[in-house]
T-cell receptor
């Protein structure tokens, strides 16, 4: 079945550091890929998405490129802020709905 | 964006009692709602899909008699954990799909989640 593997956390960075959160997947067919973010005390919010190979999703300075050859969808940001502290979930969207990774807790220190 | 409200955000209950969790779509009518469960350090797992006015569709391995789902209106779905036990302690989160096109089965709007602790 479908599965998503993302790097374990917590990930602790200083403000303005470069961020990469790795995400790889296994799936049948051609799924859509998503990154969701959960800020403290809030529900999940869609951060960005890509629906086909080589698509790049971007939002709020975050980017991720759908790499079919490496079955990856790594999340990157060039300069993180304290307000980016949250839990980030990589997800795969197939015919039966969403399959999530375990989530990565990101902590940004001033 | 669309708002989905989930209540309560946390609950502690005694073993053997039942707990009801509500999921409401505040600015749209949700014909389909989803219930997920997350164990510590694990992925969010889809438990069931509820469609307004019909029985919920449960994922394999989810006990339908233990996790009762009711989607009686277009804005409300409830999950009742019956005769709760400590192993039911978990984080439960709902999501809803806006049939007007904002969100699809793979891009739904999420509630805040409910932390259930059974003692």
């Amino acid at each position: 079945g479908d599965s998503v593997t993302q790097m374990e956390g917590p990930v602790t960075l200083s403000e303005e550091a470069f961020l990469t959160i790795n995400c790889t997947y296994t799936a049948t067919g051609y799924p859509s890929l998503f990154w969701y973010v959960q800020y403290p005390g809030e529900g999940l919010q869609l951060l960005l998405k890509a629906t086909k190979a080589d698509d790049k999703g971007s939002n709020k300075g975050f980017e991720a490129t759908y790499r079919k050859e490496t079955t990856s969808f790594h999340l990157e940001k060039g300069s993180v802020q304290v307000s980016d502290s949250a839990v980030y979930f990589c997800a795969l969207g197939g015919a039966d709905g969403l399959t999530f990774g375990k989530g990565t807790h990101l902590i940004i220190q001033p | 964006g669309a708002v989905v409200s989930q209540h309560p955000s946390w609950v502690i209950c005694k073993s053997g009692t039942s707990v009801k969790i509500e999921c409401r779509s505040l600015d749209f009518q949700a014909t389909t709602m989803f219930w997920y469960r997350q164990f510590p350090k694990q992925s969010l797992m889809l438990m069931a899909t509820s469609n307004e006015g019909s029985k919920a569709t449960y994922e394999q391995g989810v006990e339908k008699d233990k996790f009762l789902i009711n989607h009686a209106s277009l804005t409300l779905s409830t999950l009742t954990v019956t005769s709760a036990h400590p192993e039911d302690s978990s984080f439960y989160i709902c999501s809803a799909r806006d049939p007007r096109g904002r969100g699809t089965i793979t891009e739904a709007f999420f509630g805040q989640g409910t932390r259930l602790t059974v003692v």
